[in-house]
């Protein structure tokens, strides 16, 4: 419906306007991966879900989409974690403490923690799926006894490039989240597990209609750990994915970040299995 | 008065008074195609004309958009448009206004486009209705926009000594209003308007092998037909298909700075989905890789997600991407090589539940 008052309102200000967004806090996490914390102006909250996204901006660089890793229950601020793999992530990593960035979003739908509560969580995280995935333990570990169980499965290539390791210990130290580490290759200092995070599954002892499955990953991980998850008998519904996709306003409009006539930007990046496996082409979202 | 009436003699007098009430855009020939442009001569309108290169499109969704203006040190923001100006297209097709149409669905649609909104807010469409075939590339019929559907102010119909004028909206009605030589339409004009109709009835026919829910079905079952390897075989990628197409509203978005480096703006400029690396992400994943996979990913963006979506075909039926590509793919062609593809395969269950048993692969 056309409420010609209302489009008319809406008609005055810009959704492409980015808002100030001050960087208080940067540092290096590895040697390919920089975290920003951010504060709006006026220190409000962004206001968003676990999972969610912020279109940034750099006046000169146009803008990328990046995952938001920190909780809404840390106020304040919001933080970002960004790998340095091209010419606008090159450039934000040069910003340091006290420089701007814009800021539109966030955007899209988050993890569906509505629906999550009461339930055993397994998180699986591959590379760096364990950014997005941050926002959801953080936000877990703040409200703990709304949830079951909660495991997280985290895999890298390399011991060097586990992220978030300070806080990883934080959490291994809490009795109520059970977490599991496993590179590909080990180093000289390495004692965990080594092998695909796909072997790490098979151990988690689970109910599976009482349990939800959170995987981020590179395409590659997620199609094969989905598959063993499905072996757990968990439902599709239950089984939730967050996506990567090009994007360039956010407001499912520019086109890039669509599978079949879905706007990722807008209907996800967080989808569950079930949304995902009848897309005929076009991702690699399918199980093997 | 809902119809009127303009004499022939009487139209470039109007068109006088209509480019100084605004902006005049129309249709003019540019070498042996059509082109719109601001009207200088109005002699130079084309009131007959097959599709113009590009659609009006450029005028309220334009390959190049300000969309902010920034400084970097201090960081601030400001509009980059102060005013959007009033401006009427003129003899706009029936096929383009299906195409206005279907973007005012996408820019509508929350969150809301204000550069769409504000420069629709201060558009007049004077649309005027074919008669005849502008050429075999056209399939308006089978898409239903061969005929007048709305979505315009005024629209001019041919009926020999005059023009009938449909008024469709108090913004045409204002450009009519208090005219001496453009009249309420009489009985006779009436007949006449119904003859030119009745006449087209025999001209215009579907130009695709089905009907539109029959091509709905079939794209929705010849996802992984051959048909679209063949046709990315054949597509060289240049993009010139939806560069033409007035339902393509794909962007990207781009940076300018001023000499200062201090100051620029923000563009947004058409995009297209068959340029290699519109899918591609940072990492290098490709998420439509080959030509085939983006040419499929063009037609089901027309024929199938925003019947989906909105219940609109985003085919207008212009022909112009068939006209405009390079490698002779054409869109009756495809669809119609889809259709046979698919009366040649078994049919499936009928809706009644009589299934034809053991013909089912």
Known sequence: ?288 | MKYASIKKEDLNIWLEYLSGRARLYAPRKKENLFVFRPVKDISEIALKYIPTILPPKKYYFPQKEKLFKFKIRPFKTAKAIKEFEDFILFAVHTCDIAGIQCLDVIFRESPEDPNYLNRKEKMIIIGIECLEYCDKHANCTSMGNHVPRGGYDLMLVDIGEKFILHINSEKGEKLIRGLTYIKEANDADMLSLERVREAKKKIFKEELNGSLAKIYETFDRHFASPIWQDVGRRCVACGNCTSVCPTCYCFDTSDEMKLSLNEGMRYRIWNSCQMEDYAKVAGGEDFRKGRDSRQRHRYYRKFKYPVDKFNRYFCTGCGRCTRTCMAEISLIETVNSLLAAESGTPERPSASGVAERGEAK
Request: aromatic share 10%; proline share 5%.
């Open chain 1, 1 to 288: 419906m056309i409420d010609r008052e209302i489009l008319l309102e809406k008609m005055k200000t810009s959704p492409y306007k980015p808002m100030r967004g001050k960087i208080i806090e940067a540092r290096m996490l590895t040697d390919k991966e920089k975290f920003f914390r951010i504060q709006l102006e006026g220190k409000i909250n962004l206001g968003h879900e676990p999972g969610q996204f912020v279109m940034v901006s750099i006046f000169g660089y146009t803008e990328a989409p990046i995952s938001i890793c920190s909780s809404p229950t840390d106020k304040g601020f919001f933080d970002l974690t960004v790998r340095n793999v091209g010419v606008f992530t090159n450039k934000l990593h040069t910003l340091n403490k006290g420089d701007i960035v814009g800021i539109r979003g966030p955007f899209g739908r988050g993890f569906p923690i509505d629906h999550m509560f009461g339930y055993d969580i397994v998180i699986v995280a591959g590379g760096l799926g364990i950014v997005p995935l941050r926002s959801l333990i953080r936000y877990i570990t703040h409200n703990k006894n709304d949830f079951g169980n909660v495991w997280i499965l985290v895999g890298c290539k390399t011991p060097a490039e586990l992220l978030f390791k300070e806080e990883t210990e934080e959490w291994m130290e809490r009795s109520e989240i059970k977490i599991n580490c496993t590179v590909d290759r080990a180093d000289a200092d390495w004692h965990g597990n080594v092998g695909l995070i796909t072997t790490l599954i098979p151990g988690v002892d689970i109910n599976p209609a009482r349990t939800y499955a959170v995987v981020v990953g590179p395409p590659i991980m997620y199609r094969f750990v989905i598959a063993e998850i499905l072996k757990k008998q968990i439902p599709e519904y239950q089984i939730i994915v967050s996506l990567e996709r090009r994007m360039r306003c956010g407001l499912g409009k520019c086109g890039h970040c669509q599978i079949e006539g879905v706007y990722v930007c807008q209907s996800g990046p967080v989808f569950n299995y079930a949304q995902l496996k009848d897309f005929k082409g076009e991702c690699h979202e399918k199980a093997v």
